[in-house]
Structures are given as structure tokens and as C-alpha cells.
């Protein structure tokens, strides 16, 4: 079966420092993955996108990078938090073509708070 | 731009009754939906999807029905029991892509034993 991880589960950070959470996934080869951010109370806003090692794809203009150095690691990273970075991060995959239709599996999710 | 939306951001229900939970969504193209569970701190669970060839599908204890001429997705839940309070998200496969999801705002369901 397949299961996704994600840590750390929780962070607090200044503001001004870097940032780095990652997500890997096992059981399941060539994923896509995706990582969102999850305001409090609010619905999911889709951050980047990966459909294969080195191919990454931004949905929002942010503060934010993401990078996939292996199949199955999906990295977010920051040179400098903002205070607008606090929130849920979810790291989530999918299986790929040729199925049309993919529900995506999330993770844990990693809590932020920048201070 | 198109996106998806949720008549009810809350709804609260006693254990045992069944509960609905309504989604509407603007983009005709959208083609797949799904329904999550999200409890507090947790991430989001797959409970049912349903493509638009369709315009119902059962799960356990769940439903999920599509009306594509209004634009309307619903997921209700049987037997409602305390463990169903959870954040309840509809999300739309964007037509042209199999690749993203775009979430609703989502619905808390709150069950009062």
C-alpha cells in the first residue's frame, strides 16, 4: 500500500529565516505530487505541482520554491519566511496517465507559524 | 475565474440523522469531482469521487450526486455518527488537466450525540 510523510509535523520560525519541509512517498512509483497551503478555516490553495523529477510547475507567485531531487521526495523551501507564510502545508500525490481520472492522497501536513 | 463553492459553511446534525452537504461549481468543463474529510489537524481524506458520466455513486454510508444542469454536487452521509464531524471539501478536476484539483472553501459538519 501506499503511505505519504511529511515533517516535520510542526514549526515555528522567525521571520527572516529559511525554511525547509519535505514529503516523500513510498509504494508507488513516478507520482505527481503537489503542495498546498491551508489558511486557518479556509479551503486549499495549490502551491506547485510536479509531474516528474526536475519538473516543477508554480500555480501562485510566493515566497516559496519547491524542488523533487528523487521520484518520491518533494521538497518546500524558503530563503526568508514572511509572516504570510504561516498556515498548513500539504504535500499530496497522484497517480499519473494514462488513467484520466486521479483523486490525490494527502499527507499529514506540516504546521507553521512564523513569528 | 471559476471556482468551486459551498452553499453551507457549517451544518449541524444529530447523531443518526442523515446529513447533505452541497457544492457549487461554475466551470462546465470540470469533469471529475471528489468529496473530502478533513478532520482538525489532520489532512484531507478520500471519501468518493464521481465522474461526470455519471450522476450518482455510492460508498458506504455516503452518496455523492451530480446535477451538471445546475452545477450542483452533493455528498450525504447516512446514520450520521460523531466520528463524521470533520471539515467536508468538494473538489473539481478543472477540465483539460488531469493533473490539479481546485478545492471548495469547505463545510464543518458538527454531530451532537
Known amino acids: 500500500s501506499q503511505t505519504i510523510h511529511q515533517w516535520p509535523a510542526t514549526l515555528v520560525q522567525p521571520v527572516g529565516s529559511p525554511l525547509s519541509l519535505e514529503c516523500t512517498v513510498e509504494?508507488?512509483?513516478?507520482?505527481?505530487l503537489y503542495w498546498y497551503r491551508q489558511a486557518a478555516g479556509r479551503g486549499l490553495q495549490l502551491l506547485f505541482y510536479?509531474?516528474?523529477?526536475?519538473?516543477i510547475s508554480s500555480e501562485v507567485p510566493q515566497n516559496l520554491s519547491a524542488s523533487r531531487p528523487q521520484d518520491r521526495q518533494f521538497i518546500l523551501s524558503s530563503k526568508k519566511l514572511l509572516l504570510s507564510d504561516s498556515g498548513f502545508y500539504l504535500c499530496?500525490?497522484?497517480?499519473?496517465?494514462?488513467?484520466?481520472?486521479?483523486?490525490?492522497?494527502f499527507g499529514p501536513g506540516t504546521r507553521l507559524t512564523v513569528l | 475565474g471559476e471556482s468551486v463553492g459551498l452553499h453551507l459553511p457549517t451544518l449541524s446534525v444529530q447523531e443518526g440523522d442523515n446529513s447533505i452537504i452541497n457544492c457549487a461549481y461554475s466551470?462546465?468543463?470540470?469533469?471529475?469531482f471528489i468529496w473530502y474529510k478533513q478532520e482538525s489537524g489532520k489532512g484531507p481524506q478520500f471519501i468518493i469521487d464521481?465522474?461526470?458520466?455519471?450522476d450518482k455513486r455510492q460508498g458506504q454510508r455516503v452518496t455523492v450526486l451530480l446535477n451538471k444542469t445546475v452545477k450542483h454536487l452533493s455528498l450525504q452521509i447516512a446514520a450520521t455518527q460523531p466520528g463524521d464531524s470533520a471539515v467536508y471539501f468538494c473538489?473539481?478536476?478543472?477540465?483539460?488537466?488531469?493533473?490539479?484539483?481546485?478545492f471548495g472553501k469547505g463545510t464543518l459538519l458538527t454531530v451532537n450525540p
Open positions: 499530496a500525490w497522484s497517480k499519473i496517465a494514462p488513467q484520466l481520472y486521479n483523486e490525490q492522497f
Open positions: 464521481i465522474r461526470s458520466n455519471m
Open positions: 509504494g508507488t512509483s513516478n507520482p505527481n
Open positions: 466551470n462546465s468543463a470540470s469533469d471529475y
Open positions: 510536479s509531474v516528474g523529477i526536475g519538473q
Open positions: 473538489a473539481e478536476n478543472s477540465g483539460g488537466s488531469n493533473y490539479k484539483l481546485t
